[in-house]
């Protein structure tokens, strides 16, 4: 099902393909900066993590986006218009293009399903019969019609986190700020809600800005990632590509157990490279690389079968990502060459880690 | 019990009823705001105005300070400039407003702050006005605590009320205490006694229906 486009009572307006944009923008409380020199663009249809260890300033840069905190420099762009010196009042009318859904879900506990999700509309002066019409479509969207006349205490922290998201789409906003949204979940609510995000983001075309202390939540549905750490980005890009090759010390930290590494009986087994020894390749596997032969190419540039010493596969929004440590055999130096050469070839990323004593 | 004693218990109960129904509703009134006021003025609130807080708490707990007694004498002039007497149910009213308007400031003040600060979040980021926010946010959160809040002040007032005979309000207190206390009339206090506390019970028990009616937990 596919909802209808702005509920009509509130004024469209073209979104430009960047949603939303801060310009090095700085914030602090005191002696400590919260945010310093954060620029960050989030462009149309994508689904950005946002991770880092709590502190890291992450609810702050959250809270830039809608007005809920105000940077001290920079500024901060929102469907095309400069926010950064809105005055409350006029801030007002920009947060209802901008949701937003919380770890705790923040549902009023006076009003049923219906009305919390309808709050919104009602505080955008729509009329009740619209109003009725609008919520319905709302919690049928996130599977909750047969709930619309309980109270918020009678669900579970799944079922609250659905109303807290068709709450944050009533008013047809073109960016959903998700803070911390699954953290007081389950794992098994925690994916249900992710997919119910990812499908929002298909279907729809919602920009979707998630932060999370959890590596995982990106992976399963994020596009982009950006790591802050004491109020900067220290990195960003293509979720495979920093999970596979991080570069800074935060992001191995918080990527930890998401991407295989070399055990640690075999990296205390390692030796220097000579009579008697064999190389352990790693190799990285991302999208459909990760289902070619590589065993095979890896096999005939050297002459021998490979041995699978550790590994595994996981998805990144889906699509197969994974690392292999494969044991060479006694090969020498030109045909170690060569075996590197084939796999970059194929634009996959290789290397030796190290040898270890040959048993075979 | 005699029909003369029924008629004026009958009576008294009516007045204790009207003054302290008039005097609570009076009170709401002004305390529902004056509370508004003392937690959206704090610091963190949506109307920070510290000035305005430190004064008017200090002007509350003045009045809360005030024993009920001294009170009821103290307005007397202002009592006589709003109703134009000092003696009487009518007049008996204002000292009973005056007092019970910051005994219920400060209560619904508690159930106000009660409510989760990460609410009036969520109800900003939907774009809510600080109005909307106390109208749509504040008070129907709050609103089972501000309603056993106002139980207890009604009982309260109840109780000051027996003090405002010394004024002639009337009322059972007055009775209890002229013809039980000063007459040795044993049977007639008891008996005003025995309304009181059933009187009591039912407020009560009606301000405790309502307050489960409204709080959705669990």
Known sequence: MILPAVTDALPAHPVPPLVAELRDVARRFGDRPALDGISLGLARGEIVGLIGRSGAGKSTLIRCLNGLDRPQAGRVIVAGQDITDLTEAQLQPLRRRVGMIFQHFNLLSSRTVAENVGLPLKIAGVPLARRRDRVAELLELVGLSDKAAAYPQRLSGGQKQRVGIARALATDPVLLLSDEATSALDPETTASILDLLQRLNRQLGLTILMITHEMEVVRRIAHRVAVLDAGRIVEQGDVARVLLAPRHAVTESLIRGLVPELPADLRAALVQPGQGTEPILQLDLVGDLARAPVLAWVQAATGQAPRLLHGGLSDVQGQPFGRLFLALGPVDQTRVQAVLARLRAETLDAKVVGHVRTTH | MSAQLIELIGKGLWETVLMTGVSGAL????????????????????????????????????????????????????????????????????????????????????????????????????????????????????????????????????????????????????????????????????????????????????????????????
């Open chain 2, 27 to 218: 009170s709401f009134a002004f305390g529902l705001p004056l509370g508004l006021v003392l937690v959206t003025t704090d610091r963190g609130g949506i109307y920070e105005n510290l000035a305005l807080n430190r004064i008017l708490g200090a002007v509350v707990n003045g009045l809360r300070s005030l024993p009920f007694v001294i009170l009821l004498v103290a307005v007397i002039p202002l009592t006589r400039l709003l109703v134009g007497s000092a003696i009487g149910m009518a007049a008996a009213i204002v000292p009973l407003t005056i007092a019970a308007t910051p005994y219920f400031a400060r209560i619904a003040e508690v159930s106000l702050r009660e409510v989760d600060a990460a609410l009036i979040d969520a109800a900003r980021a939907m774009g809510a006005s600080r109005l909307q926010i106390i109208r749509e946010v504040l008070i129907p959160e709050s609103l089972p605590g501000l309603v056993s809040g106002f139980t207890v002040t009604i009982v309260t007032l109840i109780g000051a009320s027996a003090m405002a005979g010394a004024v002639g309000s009337g009322g059972l207190g007055d009775i209890a205490i002229r013809y039980g206390y000063q007459r040795f009339e044993t049977a007639t206090m008891l008996a005003v006694v025995a309304v009181l506390i059933a009187l009591v019970c039912s407020i009560q028990w009606i301000g405790d229906r309502l307050v489960t009616r409204l709080a959705h937990r669990g």
